[in-house]
């Protein structure tokens, strides 16, 4: 009974400092989420997720010696996690600002469909290059490109929300660009001698 008792007294105590250590790093740990997640749901739930694992971790007493460096660690992973999982949009559904600064989607800059067939053979074509290149693209460079050129977002809201810095940023975009002009080369040439 004396043992039963003690377990007790201790998983009373655990659930006591785990209470405390989220009492004092909410705020704090939210604030950081929060600043590199643009979504707010998507924020509460990492922060949900990384005071989750705390408990599992000292349920299972894995020793955390700087608990908030640990929650920190975990948050930024879970962050990592949320933009690997995010598929960038296909170019069909994308925009880009127009001279007017109005957003004209992809289909508008494309060939009509109702042009006839060889206007719909181009325009399949286009959207299919240009689709397999971004496919080929590393998918850090991928993320920049799309968030930069598609999302119209800009560096320095993309290296807050991923923790990347802006030269870097800027550095995965330039290779990005670099690929996908050699990989879409040959399209061009070929509907420009047409």
């Known amino acids: 009974?004396?043992?039963?008792?003690?377990?007790?007294?201790?998983?009373?105590?655990?659930?006591?400092?785990?209470?405390?250590?989220?009492?004092?790093?909410r705020s704090r740990l939210g604030n950081f989420i929060r600043r590199r997640v643009p979504d707010p749901r998507d924020a509460e739930d990492i922060l949900q997720d990384v005071f989750y694992e705390l408990v599992e971790a000292n349920r299972l007493l894995m020793p955390i010696e700087h608990v908030t460096g640990w929650l920190f660690r975990v948050a930024r992973n879970r962050i990592t996690d949320l933009f690997r999982k995010k598929k960038p949009e296909s170019f069909s559904e994308a925009a880009v600002a127009g001279e007017d600064g109005e957003l004209l989607h992809l289909e508008e800059l494309l060939p009509s469909p109702d042009a006839g067939p060889d206007a719909q053979y181009a325009r399949n074509v286009l959207l299919d290059e240009l689709e397999a290149a971004l496919d080929e693209l590393p998918e850090e460079q991928r993320e920049v490109f799309v968030a930069h050129e598609l999302e119209g977002r800009s560096f320095k809201e993309i290296a807050a929300a991923t923790g990347v810095s802006v030269n870097t940023l800027l550095s995965r975009k330039r290779y990005a660009v670099l690929h996908l002009r050699r990989q879409l080369q040959d399209i061009y040439d070929e509907f420009t001698k047409a």
């Open 1 to 25: 009974m004396n043992s039963a008792a003690s377990l007790e007294r201790m998983a009373l105590e655990q659930d006591q400092r785990i209470s405390e250590v989220v009492k004092r790093e």
